[in-house]
Structures are given as structure tokens and as C-alpha cells.
Nanobody
Framework: QVQVVESGGGLVQAGGSLRLSCTASGLTFDTYAMGWFRQAPGKEREGVSCISRSGGSTYYADSVKGRFTISRDNAKNTVYLQMNSLKPDDTAMYYC???????????????WGKGTLVTISS
């Protein structure tokens, strides 16, 4: 049984930092691209970042480019999202997901976590 579990969310002030972690079990982790998505209240879900199976390729949404960094440790079955210079607009539920193919297609991810809440106060 595949499980994807996020952690690290919380409440921080604008300008602060958080590091999200996502651990996946029940799958061969290094054969999955991993992505972070977020959904703010009243808004559609959006892709935030994606990392390839080896970690050699990464993608960032324009809204987070230069502030967020995705990384993975295949030995620990874990993907991270380092979030710096946080803004109130970053407030959302953040989801981690795994994709057995290339990239991180929003509606094509294979497994999803339940999310971790990030709240940025102004």
C-alpha cells in the first residue's frame, strides 16, 4: 500500500522560511518524479515544483521561482520543499504527489498525500 505523507507546515510571518518534507512508502521511490502542489481557499490547485527521479531536473512555478527549492533524498524516500521569503499569497494547503512517468502533470499524478497547511501572516 502506497502512502505519501507531508509534514512541516505551520504559521510563519511574511519573510520567514519553512521546509516541507514528504515521505513516500510502498513504492520504488527513485522511479517516481515528485511534485509539490498547493491550493489556497477559493482557488484552483496549482503546481508549485517538480523534481525528476534522479533529482537532476527541477521545475518551479513563476510565482515561487527564486524563493523555493525542491530536493530529494532517494535513500530516505523523501522529497523536500525549502520555502524562503514567504509571502501571504503563499498561504495554502500544500500537497505532495508522485508520478511514475516523466514530469508532474497535475491531473496525472499517481499518488497524493493529504496535505500540510502553510499559513503566512502579514
Amino acid at each position: 500500500q502506497v502512502q505519501v505523507v507531508e509534514s512541516g507546515g505551520g504559521l510563519v510571518q511574511a519573510g520567514g522560511s519553512l521546509r516541507l518534507s514528504c515521505t513516500a512508502s510502498g513504492l520504488t521511490f527513485d522511479t517516481y518524479a515528485m511534485g509539490w502542489f498547493r491550493q489556497a481557499p477559493g482557488k484552483e490547485r496549482e503546481g508549485v515544483s517538480c523534481i525528476s527521479r534522479s533529482g537532476g531536473s527541477t521545475y518551479y512555478a513563476d510565482s515561487v521561482k527564486g524563493r523555493f527549492t525542491i530536493s530529494r533524498d532517494n535513500a530516505k524516500n523523501t522529497v523536500y520543499l525549502q520555502m524562503n521569503s514567504l509571502k501571504p499569497d503563499d498561504t495554502a494547503m500544500y500537497y505532495c504527489a508522485a508520478h511514475g512517468g516523466a514530469g508532474c502533470p497535475d491531473y496525472g499524478m499517481d499518488y497524493w498525500g493529504k496535505g500540510t497547511l502553510v499559513t503566512i501572516s502579514s
